[in-house]
């Protein structure tokens, strides 16, 4: 069993390893109800952050009717020198967790379920009967969130994977809450993992099938850049880790070398792991559709959810003393020049990815890349101020 970090807005050890690059924002333009953007300014600066033979980037921006910017750069296969493109698959992680709670707030506007259910009414586990749905979905419930996780298994065994089992041991593990339901902020993936098991029992489908039917096939997103496999594997980027890096230093710690693959230059391929648990983090898709489902989300009419259950994702949430931390029910709240934006971040495993959205300014944005060690939230905040910037 391979051992796993995954990266959430609590964990420190990935920025530890960040090299930072100095960039130099041009000017670029954007009109009202009109977005134009001088592209060869961004595709700078995307540029700067990779070479054309080191792993690549994926970027781009949406509003609510169309495309703003979409580019790609670098390396999908360092080995064989294929080019990234923007439809090419990576690991998500814990982005996933935003289609998680858009399934949950789903299952609430066709009156299946209630926020404040308890979650006990609907899955076992072994902590307080009075956590809700909506607590799990805030990160407030209490539950534990034990880091490193050893909660992966090689894509290669997949098929003989059995995810409840998997679940019970991490539960059996765990059994002890880290605090009192609603009394404060505390990230963790097990809440996720219960939310997925939440939509099994509700459904009658597994999660992976929920999702895929009522997120992915209404945008009519393809299998071959979405879902919770790698169905194509031509499209699929390897993930990688730098030779000379502290993550690479502390592999051993993190990942066990089942996952190891071969040194492509100073890169290390990392072999394709899913996740024990696909609702915290099992999503595996391009930046294009990513930016599709947030692209609908920011449409009044959309295909996800209806105007009053999306009221959810945007309103932040407080524990029971009243006091606001920053996150709604499925996005965790950032702010830039003094623009409220709400975001989910993921990594681990040879990649690392960001999704944002910028409600009062009609945009949305994806980085994706295929390398763990990336400061994805300052290299993202760079691009979209250009994108913004008048």
Do not use: C
């Not at 009967?129 to 969130?145: D, V, Y």
């Not at 499209?235 to 492509?264: C, P, Q, V």
Request: hydrophobic residues 40%.
């Amino acid at each position: 069993m391979a051992l796993y970090f995954i990266e959430n807005s609590e964990s420190k050890m990935i920025r530890f390893s960040i090299l930072f690059v100095a960039l130099i924002i041009s000017n670029s333009t954007l009109l009202a109800g009109e977005h134009v953007v001088k592209n060869s300014k961004v595709t700078h600066l995307l540029s700067e952050l990779s070479s054309s033979d080191e792993p690549g980037i994926q970027y781009v921006v949406v509003n609510s009717d169309s495309v703003v910017f979409e580019h790609s750069f670098g390396k999908a296969d360092i080995k064989n020198n294929v080019v990234l493109k923007s439809s090419n698959t990576m690991a998500a992680f814990s982005m996933t967790k935003t289609l998680t709670a858009i399934g949950i707030l789903q299952l609430v506007e066709r009156h299946k379920i209630r926020l404040d259910d308890k979650i006990s009414l609907y899955v076992d586990h072994p902590y307080s009967a009075e956590i809700t749905i909506k607590q799990l979905l805030s990160h407030t419930s209490g539950l534990p969130n034990p880091i490193p996780l050893k909660w992966v298994h090689l894509a290669k065994n997949h098929n003989t994977f059995n995810e409840k089992k998997a679940l019970k041991k991490v539960l059996l593990n765990n059994p002890k809450a880290s605090s009192l339901p609603g009394e404060k902020y505390e990230y963790s993936n097990i809440g996720y993992w219960l939310l997925g098991g939440i939509i099994e029992k509700t459904t009658d489908l597994t999660y992976s099938d929920y999702i895929n039917k009522n997120v992915f096939e209404p945008l009519h997103l393809p299998n071959n850049e979405i879902g919770f496999v790698v169905a194509h594997k031509e499209n699929h980027a390897k993930g990688y880790l730098k030779k000379y890096s502290f993550m690479n230093l502390l592999k051993s710690f993190l990942i066990e070398d089942t996952t190891w693959g071969e040194y492509e230059g100073n890169w290390l391929h990392i072999n394709n792991v899913y996740l024990n648990g696909p609702a915290f983090g099992g999503a595996i898709g391009s930046a294009n559709a990513f930016s599709r489902i947030l692209q609908s989300l920011l449409s009044e009419n959309s295909v996800l959810l209806g105007s009053n259950t999306k009221r959810h994702l945007y309103s932040q949430v407080q524990t029971n003393s009243g006091e606001k931390i920053d996150m709604t029910l499925g996005w965790h709240i950032g702010e830039l020049n003094d623009m409220r934006y709400y975001f989910k971040e993921g990594g681990g495993a040879g990649f690392h990815s960001e999704m944002r959205i910028y409600p009062d300014a009609n945009l949305a944005s994806v980085l994706m890349v295929n390398r763990t060690s990336f400061n994805i939230r300052k290299q993202l905040s760079i691009l979209d101020m250009q994108v913004m910037s008048k």
